[in-house]
Nanobody, 127 residues
Framework: QVQLVESGGGLVQAGGSLRLSCAAS????????MGWFRQAPGKEREFVAA????????SYADSVKGRFSISGDNDKNTVYLQMNALKPEDTAIYYC????????????????????WGQGTQVTVSS
């Protein structure tokens, strides 16, 4: 069992920054990919960023590349999503997710690869 709890969401103006945190408990993150997904009102859940079980390889959606950065702290069992230059279209509920164990070279991006999900944290960006 893996439990994930997101925090750090809030209301910011366009161009601002937020740092989301995902605190994990239960099993260790060895061989797990960690991902961030988001879902805007009336939209499907979409991939945002992911980091491999090695903690080295990362992937980003084109819409956030160069603005968002995913990182992890194994000692704290925490994954972060640093979001800069936020845009109104970034407004969504952001979810942290952990995959089933794997040893891929790069992290998975499909939501179906992830078995464990946090409750979500709201990010609202005003224009």
């Amino acid at each position: 069992q893996v439990q994930l709890v997101e925090s750090g969401g809030g209301l910011v103006q366009a161009g601002g920054s937020l740092r989301l945190s995902c605190a994990a408990s239960g099993r260790t993150f060895s061989s797990y990919d960690m991902g961030w997904f988001r879902q805007a009102p009336g939209k499907e859940r979409e991939f945002v960023a992911a980091i491999s079980w090695t903690g080295i390889s990362t992937s980003y959606a084109d819409s956030v590349k160069g603005r968002f950065s995913i990182s992890g702290d194994n000692d704290k069992n925490t994954v972060y999503l640093q979001m800069n230059a936020l845009k109104p279209e970034d407004t969504a509920i952001y979810y942290c997710a952990a995959s089933r164990p794997r040893r891929g070279v790069v992290p998975s991006t499909p939501a179906g690869a992830y078995d464990y999900w946090g409750q979500g944290t709201q990010v609202t960006v005003s224009s």
